[in-house]
């Protein structure tokens, strides 16, 4: 019976977003746009309602309730409870699910703030127009395509299990907080829209500002910890390898940071009104296209664990989306809007910066696609590998930390001391190249990135020092603090990547190897017995000039849910080098296959990327708000 109570907890919202679409298009065409409050309510009864078939679902899934197809499919007896947690979100149904509760969960949220309810009744109504759509697609899916309640018959005695990948601790974090980031989108998403229908409250901006540097900062979060678990559970020894759905992670990014940074124009200049609105939608859009992505099953990807079928409901999805927010930019009515000028200066660096994140997305939207369009005109699909992404993306990605550099020192509109300031960071770059290249890096690409990356850690601090008032601006602080821990980032991609070396060996107990200045010794192994799976555990001594650093433990797994074994890897973690281990193979006489990878500087890609999570809090404004 629960399956049915679960069902109808999720047709039921269906019903109620229907029809308070409706009923918010009947206010708004009579003029009675002040009759909002019962909608508010019912998207309280809404998410109520989400939260009690999550939770039965989260029931039927820790207490291996295995008549309910998803419980089958996702778990098993043997898997540990923090796991049959985690399949809530591994499957596509769950993951649906998940995905519709949190964007339930942000519109009540919404609803609560003062910020909402100071907007115009026709803003909230025309808001709750297009967020409602929006949610009653996703309620739809759940009940038709994606129904996580369906039932299998006969019941079965156990399931399939949670695919080993998937059994590690950055699926307990790295789902939850990309929804999070996904779904806190909606809600500006739907403003930006409902701002263009009715050309009221145009001092929207400040309004969603923090809502979007959280779902900012939950994008990125996400996108880090998903780099971080594939370089820790796939044991290629790599974290990022232009797969589609890595790709479509990154799509909402660089669209939600293009969107940030013209709205900061907008706010200083009262510029660009109509490319906020569309970025707003676009970048709700790409949120869209990376669950087409990850679900339609139309292209191959490794991490895409979807059984298809909903690949036409969300390109029906995305093509309304995108020429409704189109047309809307394109009609939008502003007052007192103003136009770009003075383009060496902080607005026209924003200007670039914006025109080549879109151009970045656009390339890895076509990149990720030409799978699909290149059935057009060939038989076979032809895919785009990671040296097309490098070639094309990556200088793109360096021309951002060369602005990142420059614009903090300029003002917002041209002064005569620009040349002086362009110059003098100029010569810190070319001093910096030199040193890095005499020091052996003859990557040009790299050499670049890291010249730059290095030019913006030294000039930020040199820039607070020399303007010490602006220690006290709490935003700025944090804006130029992300803007450091990015350069971190970039200097962990541009030494890691090239300079990475690879060694691979059979080892007997007592031989060792050599990369890198490293010796390996094999020292022994030992066999682990768990109730789901048994493990080989290899101990690997790790010298370096005759001097002792510590002990390698990689693993090799073998679930007895599936057949093949699986990989897991040991690193040794250093701010200079990290040694990464991994078993390949296990010989029959006790030999160990090993493969030894030392990745120069990739932690800084960790490191960068929890500062510039955190120091994105500081940019929050919580000053009280003329209405």
């Given at each position: 019976?629960?399956?049915?109570?679960?069902?109808?907890?999720?047709?039921?919202?269906?019903?109620?977003?229907?029809?308070?679409?409706?009923?918010?298009?009947?206010?708004?065409?009579?003029?009675?746009?002040?009759?909002?409050?019962?909608?508010?309510l019912a998207q309280s009864l809404i998410l109520v309602s989400l939260a009690l078939s999550s939770g039965i679902l989260f029931y039927a899934l820790l207490t291996g309730d295995f008549s309910l197809t998803y419980v089958a499919d996702y778990?098993?007896?043997?898997?540990?409870?923090?796991?049959?947690?985690?399949?809530?979100?591994?499957?596509?149904?769950?993951?649906?699910?998940?995905?519709?509760?949190?964007?339930?969960?942000?519109?009540?949220?919404?609803?609560?703030?003062?910020?909402?309810?100071t907007?115009?009744?026709?803003?909230?109504?025309?808001?709750?127009?297009?967020?409602l759509s929006v949610q009653a697609f996703f309620l739809l899916i759940l009940c038709t395509i994606s129904n996580p309640f369906a039932l299998v018959y006969p019941p079965l005695e156990d399931g399939s299990g949670l695919n080993p990948l998937l059994q590690h601790p950055g699926m307990i974090f790295h789902p939850p907080v990309l929804f999070l980031g996904y779904a806190g989108f909606t809600v500006p998403s739907c403003l930006a829209l409902a701002v263009g229908?009715?050309?009221?409250?145009?001092?929207?901006?400040?309004?969603?500002r923090n809502w979007v540097i959280f779902s900012w900062i939950m994008l990125t979060a996400g996108i880090i910890l998903g780099a971080w678990w594939s370089y820790m559970e796939l044991g290629w020894g790599g974290y990022w390898a232009w797969d589609p759905v890595e790709n479509a992670s990154l799509l909402p990014w660089l669209f939600a940071s293009a969107f940030i940074h013209t709205s900061l124009l907008n706010r200083r200049t009262k510029a660009l009104p109509r490319t906020n609105i569309f970025l707003s939608a676009v970048t709700l859009l790409m949120c869209f296209f990376a669950t087409f992505i990850t679900r339609s099953g139309l292209i191959d990807s490794l991490h895409a664990f979807g059984q298809g079928g909903l690949g036409t409901p969300f390109i029906v999805l995305m093509l309304l989306f995108l020429l409704l927010a189109a047309l809307i930019a394109a009609v939008a009515k502003?007052?007192?809007?103003n136009s770009l000028s003075e383009p060496v200066s902080k607005q026209g660096m924003v200007v670039v910066l914006t025109w080549l994140l879109a151009v970045i997305g656009l390339v890895i939207i076509m990149g990720s696609l030409w799978p699909v369009l290149s059935k057009i005109w060939s038989q076979q699909s032809v895919g785009l590998d990671k040296g097309f992404y490098n070639r094309v993306c990556l200088p793109l990605f360096a021309l951002i930390f060369v602005l990142l550099l420059y614009c903090p020192w300029l003002a917002w509109i041209k002064t005569k001391r620009i040349a002086m300031k362009i110059g003098s960071l100029s010569v810190l770059v070319l001093v910096?190249?030199?040193?890095?290249w005499w020091g052996g890096n003859n990557h040009l690409l790299s050499l670049i990135a890291s010249a730059f990356a290095i030019a913006i850690c030294v000039s930020m601090p040199a820039y607070f020092l020399i303007n010490k008032i602006s220690l006290r601006n709490k935003r700025l602080l944090g804006v130029y603090s992300v803007h450091f821990g990015l350069a971190l980032i970039a200097l962990g991609v541009a030494f890691s990547g090239p300079f990475k070396q690879m060694q691979e060996s059979v080892l007997s107990v007592g031989e060792s190897m050599k990369v890198a200045g490293y010796t390996i010794t094999y020292k022994d192994s030992s066999r682990i017995s768990h109730k789901n799976m048994d493990i080989q555990r290899a101990k690997l001594q790790v010298e370096q000039d005759s001097t002792e650093l510590g002990y390698l433990f990689p693993e090799r797994r073998f679930y007895k849910?599936?057949?093949?074994?699986?990989?897991?890897?040991?690193?040794?973690?250093?701010?200079?080098?990290?040694?990464?281990?991994?078993?390949?193979?296990?010989?029959?006489?006790?030999?160990?296959?090993?493969?030894?990878?030392v990745n120069p500087m990739v932690n800084w890609l960790w490191i960068g990327g929890t500062l510039?999570?955190?120091?994105?809090?500081?940019?929050?404004?919580f000053r009280p708000r003329r209405t």
């Open positions: 019976m629960l399956n049915y109570a679960g069902y109808f907890l999720i047709l039921l919202p269906l019903l109620g977003s229907l029809f308070f679409v409706g009923y918010a298009l009947v206010c708004n065409l009579l003029g009675k746009k002040e009759n909002i409050n019962l909608i508010e778990t098993d007896s043997m898997l540990p409870w923090y796991y049959k947690i985690t399949a809530f979100w591994a499957g596509q149904d769950g993951s649906f699910l998940f995905w519709t509760f949190f964007i339930a969960f942000m519109g009540w949220i919404w609803s609560r703030l003062s910020t909402y309810n907007l115009e009744a026709e803003n909230k109504t025309y808001f709750w127009i297009f967020f229908m009715s050309a009221k409250n145009q001092d929207w901006l400040p309004r969603i502003f007052e007192n809007s910096l190249a030199f040193f890095l849910k599936f057949d093949r074994p699986f990989a897991e890897a040991s690193v040794m973690s250093g701010l200079v080098d990290e040694i990464y281990a991994t078993v390949l193979g296990l010989g029959r006489s006790g030999e160990l296959r090993l493969q030894i990878r510039v999570c955190i120091m994105a809090l500081f940019t929050f404004d």
